[in-house]
């Protein structure tokens, strides 16, 4: 679905990723780890084609990145679902509008998709919030919208950068099992996060590759997790 062969990625000439070179199949579970600055956010990005790399090669469903057009990326890119860090909602306007943004950009029928946004955001447990303004949504309810806005257009691939990073414990498991809920569906998840605690509760669940990145590299994580 999508791979990365011998990436390497660069920012002013200086190197971040070096050689990396990642799968993620159809019903796969992967959490990415590493020291604040190593280049998760980065790696995701690769991932989604909004970085491009500095070498090696990117294959999104099978097509090369590299003889991919701006519009071709873009209806590449309905079938990844991405999970911001920072949820990069609109104030104001209201929840309804924020998560079915992803549909107005692809000139989507807003009338024939009302059902199922009424459905996705009730199975993230936002139902009664569905005029509520980004500001007047609690952090767990920010990221758990941040996830429907996601699942909107029905991805294959859930890319997911630190979702747990500005909740409680509490709300980092309700989010983690709408996550292994979707993994369960055959939906690929890749989770950046730095929450050690999250990875062993999901491997306690499901099968999950726990990958870190060190010294520019993603590495297979020992059992020390």
Not at 87 to 105: M, R
Not at 202 to 218: E, M
Request: hydrophobic share 45%; glycine share 8%.
């Amino acid at each position: 679905m999508i791979e990365l062969e011998d990436v390497s990625h660069s920012y002013g000439g200086a190197e971040l990723l070096s050689g990396i070179s990642l799968r993620l199949q159809p019903g796969s579970f992967h959490f990415l780890t590493g020291p604040s600055g190593a280049g998760k956010t980065t790696l995701l990005k690769l991932c989604y084609a909004e970085l491009r790399p500095t070498r090696g090669r990117v294959r999104l469903f099978g097509a090369e990145l590299g003889g991919m057009d701006r519009d071709a990326v873009a209806r590449t890119r309905r079938r990844i679902g991405v999970v911001h860090q920072d949820c990069q909602f609109l104030d104001h306007l209201p929840l309804t509008d924020n998560v079915s943004l992803p549909l107005l950009a692809a000139g989507r029928d807003m009338a024939a998709a009302a059902a199922n946004l009424r459905e996705l955001l009730a199975w993230v447990g936002l139902q009664a919030h569905t005029d509520a303004l980004p500001p007047q949504l609690s952090g767990g309810e920010r990221q758990r919208a941040a996830l429907a806005r996601a699942l909107i257009m029905d991805p294959d691939v859930i890319l997911a950068d630190e979702p747990t990073g500005n909740v409680d414990w509490e709300m980092s498991l309700r989010i983690l099992q709408l996550l292994v809920e979707l993994n369960r569906m055959g939906k690929a998840i890749l989770v950046a996060t730095h929450d050690l605690n999250l990875i062993r509760a999901a491997k306690a669940q499901l099968s999950a590759r726990v990958l870190r990145i060190k010294g520019r590299q993603v590495q297979l994580a020992g059992a020390d997790l």
